[in-house]
């Protein structure tokens, strides 16, 4: 490989890493923003940059909308004071977050985020590196997150973070199996006998040009969901944090820096894991079930579902369903409490596990009769 | 009696907490598009009662004189002992002479202060009142410390309409001293 190209696959990648850490803070934004709105209150909305906030109408209108939060929250990340306590494992302590964070930012790679189709109707998807094992490279990869994690929670020598890394390595193995066995009946069907197999997610994508496929595996969708919802440790399934049980679970003994790489990371692994929801099961950039872009340009005449816009608005139309998603996150962390911790077990273990396999038999009874016929 | 509450066993619905979690997801979203409660401070203010009780100052009356006598009841009934006033005397030749006595100082210490209001309640001349400022700051102790002039800016006129002690002297003028 020649150096531009080189130099061409790097910026791609620093592109892409660089819109993920913007979704990653403005998703904090939003949390923030969702959580207060719930609450009854207001939310950030006092930040402002001295240019952008003069303008009037807009500057005003996006200071109350708190646009400007994560700038100042991210300073101050980067510049409080970040102590290492005299207890803790350094190597492992500051191996903690760069092991969670970089997981999130490599399963990256293998998420299609939008479709190009050039003159000749070729279509290729837009994406860092296609792949042919794309949903199994990102599972096998985003499960690594949990090493940084366990690794935190013990390097820092003190009870409640160990705590918290336990739980996490047991709510990890618990719910992995469950979100794997979730998402076979979905590449039973891609990989119908004779067509050429493939555990790409762009072909996933390509499949649900008709009906998506939350609308015939609901179950599917349902399991895989509250699996991610426990693979990201989010509330409900928030374990290993737990400010009330554990203060703050693995990451109570980290501070500054080194905690914003947690954070970012857990909102990594949030926006991962709506974007894999959206292309596994909500029809990737595909509008509507049933619909196309290709039949939206067709109801205008026009043929904007190809090249340059076409490539853009398959982007748009994605990453609008991973927001929606995201908030579906959000939002339900401000509603529902915690669970208990063998409640957690008792429901990945004995209802989330057969539920799948039960899920997985019936498909791929069903998918064998609809293939053979 | 003793009442014994029955507890029904969890129906299949309830034990899989999805129609709660979802009536849960129903009402926060009500919260979320319903009216925001904050208020935003400094530009805004609570609404504050006629009886409230803030920051005690001297008042003046319409005429501009001071209404304190200087007969230190207040100092005396304060319970944190906030209150330090130098009595003085009214110069012979004032209009206001016959008052006899006003504060030469008038201290009262904003971080003793318990807003307690029986300085207002025990003042003969009505010549302290608690207002309704509930928020100000200085730097040091001393700048707590509120002298008399600032607590007369503070406080600014009462419009009562007694005028105990114009109708005195007029009284006087008039011969009967009751
Ligand atoms: S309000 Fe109470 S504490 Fe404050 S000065 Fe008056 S008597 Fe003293
Ligand atoms: S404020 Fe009232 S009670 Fe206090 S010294 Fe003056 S006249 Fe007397």
């Known amino acids: 490989m020649d150096i531009t190209a080189l130099l061409i696959v790097l910026a791609k990648a620093l592109a892409v890493v660089a819109v993920l850490m913007g979704f990653c803070s403005?998703?904090?934004?939003?949390?923030?923003?969702?959580?207060s709105w719930i609450q009854g209150r207001i939310g950030p909305n006092r930040t402002s940059l001295p240019v952008i906030s003069a303008i009037p109408l807009i500057g005003p209108f996006l200071t109350r909308l708190g646009i400007f939060q994560p700038v100042a929250d991210g300073l101050k990340f980067?510049?409080?004071e970040d102590p290492v306590p005299g207890h803790v494992h350094k190597t492992y302590y500051f191996l903690g977050p760069i092991l969670a964070l970089v997981p999130a930012l490599v399963t990256v790679t293998v998420v299609p985020f939008g479709r190009y189709i050039d003159a000749e109707g070729v279509v290729s998807p837009l994406m860092l590196a296609n792949i042919d094992v794309g949903i199994l490279f990102l599972f096998a990869v985003s499960s690594l997150g949990v090493y940084g994690i366990i690794l935190g929670g013990w390097s820092a020598?003190?009870?409640?973070?160990?705590?918290?890394?336990?739980?996490?390595?047991?709510?990890?193995?618990?719910?992995?199996?469950?979100m794997g066995l979730s998402?076979?009946?979905?590449?039973?069907?891609?990989?119908a006998p004779g067509t050429e197999g493939t555990m790409s997610l762009f072909r996933v994508v390509e499949m649900q040009s008709g009906a998506w496929f939350v609308l015939w595996q609901p179950l599917s969708a349902f399991i895989f969901l509250i699996a991610l919802f426990a693979e990201t440790n989010r509330l409900p399934f928030d374990m290993p944090e737990s400010e009330t049980d554990l203060v703050g679970g693995y990451h109570t003994e980290y501070g500054g820096f080194k905690f914003g790489l947690y954070f970012v990371a857990e909102y990594g692994h949030m926006i991962i894991g709506s974007g894999v929801v959206t292309l596994l099961f909500l029809g990737g950039w595909n509008p509507l079930p049933w619909v196309t872009l290709a039949d939206v340009a067709g109801w205008f005449g026009a043929d904007f579902h190809i090249g340059i816009t076409g490539a853009v608005l398959s982007v748009l139309i994605?990453?609008?369903?991973?927001?929606?998603?995201?908030?579906?996150?959000?939002?339900v962390r401000w509603t529902v409490p915690r669970f208990r911790y063998d409640q957690v077990m008792r429901i990945g273990w004995k209802v989330m596990l057969p539920l799948s396999i039960a899920n997985l038999i019936f498909y791929a009874v069903l998918i064998a009769y609809l293939d053979t016929r | 009696m003793a009442k014994v509450l029955e507890r029904?066993?969890?129906?299949?619905?309830?034990?899989?907490?999805?129609?709660?979690?979802?009536?849960g997801l129903k009402t926060t979203f009500r919260h979320l598009i319903k009216k925001k409660v904050t208020l935003q401070y400094p530009e805004e203010r609570p609404p504050i009662s006629d009886n409230y009780r803030g920051i005690p100052t001297l008042?003046?009356?319409p005429e501009g004189r001071e209404k304190c006598v200087s007969c230190q009841l207040c100092e005396f009934v304060c319970p944190p002992k906030a209150i330090r006033i130098t009595p003085g005397e009214i110069a012979e030749d004032a209009p206001t002479a016959h008052v006899e006595k006003a504060p030469q100082e008038f201290e009262i210490d904003m971080l003793r202060c318990i807003y307690c209001n029986l300085c207002q309640e025990v003042c003969p001349e009505e010549a302290i009142f608690l207002q309704d400022i509930y928020s100000f700051s200085g730097y040091s102790r001393e700048e707590m410390v509120f002298k008399k002039e600032k607590l007369y800016e503070i406080g600014g006129t009462l419009p009562d309409r007694h005028f105990k002690w114009e109708k005195k002297r007029l009284a006087a003028e008039h011969g009967n001293v009751h």
Do not use: H, M
Not at chain 1, 165 to 176: F, N, V
Not at chain 1, 183 to 191: E, K, R
Not at chain 1, 318 to 331: D, P
């Open chain 1, 78 to 80: 980067l510049f409080k």
């Open chain 2, 8 to 23: 029904k066993p969890l129906t299949l619905a309830e034990r899989t907490y999805l129609p709660q979690i979802l009536s």
């Open chain 2, 59 to 61: 008042v003046k009356d």
């Open chain 1, 157 to 178: 020598n003190s009870k409640y973070p160990f705590l918290g890394g336990i739980r996490a390595s047991a709510q990890l193995i618990s719910y992995e199996l469950t």
């Open chain 1, 318 to 331: 994605f990453l609008g369903k991973l927001c929606a998603l995201v908030f579906l996150f959000i939002w």
């Open chain 1, 183 to 191: 998402i076979l009946p979905i590449f039973l069907w891609v990989n």
């Open chain 1, 26 to 35: 403005y998703a904090v934004l939003a949390e923030r923003k969702v959580a």
